[in-house]
T-cell receptor, first 118, second 112 residues
């Protein structure tokens, strides 16, 4: 029972290089999210998607792009990495949140991807 | 001002103690509320949802006060294994969808 899988788990980049983080979920969830976590800052939302083919900006979208071509996959791209993008990246997914209590909309997280930009 | 605020702590308590955390949110239209637990260098995991009537799960009690816009988490009879960071999560309407927003977390250290 895989849940949410992120690849790669670790990566070191040089400034200016590009890379893509892959998130895959097998729970048929509609919503998917990319967060970054830095010391003392908590989790901040980069981009999210409410369904296949849709994406939207979160709190800190600059320097990142995303795509959701398939419902189960959510890709996070860094076109030109900067040291400020050194962070731990978490992908999460959830079922459709229905207004009102009773539907928890629980977030399921991947194990995280640790990215260092030199 | 961050939309979801928590005291970062750390809260340093002995085993068996009772400890309480609060979390305030700024958007009165917030829909759902949760407490997540995050262990060091691990992903967050759901601890419990928070309902208007209050809810309890073993040693953990969560409450919501919509009028004052805060949620709380009470841990009774603390265990060493409760040491972790506790994240407050509030879902808010954004662009027609309810999106989770995290607080920065409250660190709990339970010592022998």
């Amino acid at each position: 029972n895989a849940g949410v899988t992120q690849t790669p788990k670790f990566r070191v980049l040089k400034t200016g290089q590009s890379m893509t983080l892959l998130c895959a979920q097998d729970m048929n969830h509609e919503y998917m999210y990319w967060y970054r976590q830095d010391p003392g800052m908590g989790l901040r939302l980069i981009h999210y998607s409410v369904g296949e083919g849709t994406t939207a900006k979160g709190e800190v979208p600059d320097g990142y792009n995303v795509s959701r071509l398939k419902k189960q996959n959510f890709l996070l791209g860094l076109e030109s990495a900067a040291p400020s993008q050194t962070s731990v990246y978490f992908c999460a997914s959830s079922s459709l949140l229905i207004q009102g209590e009773g539907n928890t909309g629980e977030l399921f997280f991947g194990e995280g991807s640790r990215l260092t930009v030199l | 001002r961050k939309e979801v605020e928590q005291d970062p702590g750390p809260f340093n308590v002995p085993e068996g103690a009772t400890v309480a955390f609060n979390c305030t949110y700024s958007n009165s239209a917030s829909q759902s509320f949760f407490w997540y637990r995050q262990d060091c260098r691990k992903e967050p995991k759901l601890l419990m949802s928070v309902y208007s009537s209050g809810n309890e799960d073993g040693r953990f009690t969560a409450q919501l006060n919509r009028a004052s816009q805060y949620i709380s988490l009470l841990i009774r009879d603390s265990k060493l294994s409760d040491s972790a960071t506790y994240l407050c999560v509030v879902t808010q309407l954004s662009g027609g969808s309810y999106i989770p927003t995290f607080g920065r977390g409250t660190s709990l250290i339970v010592h022998p």
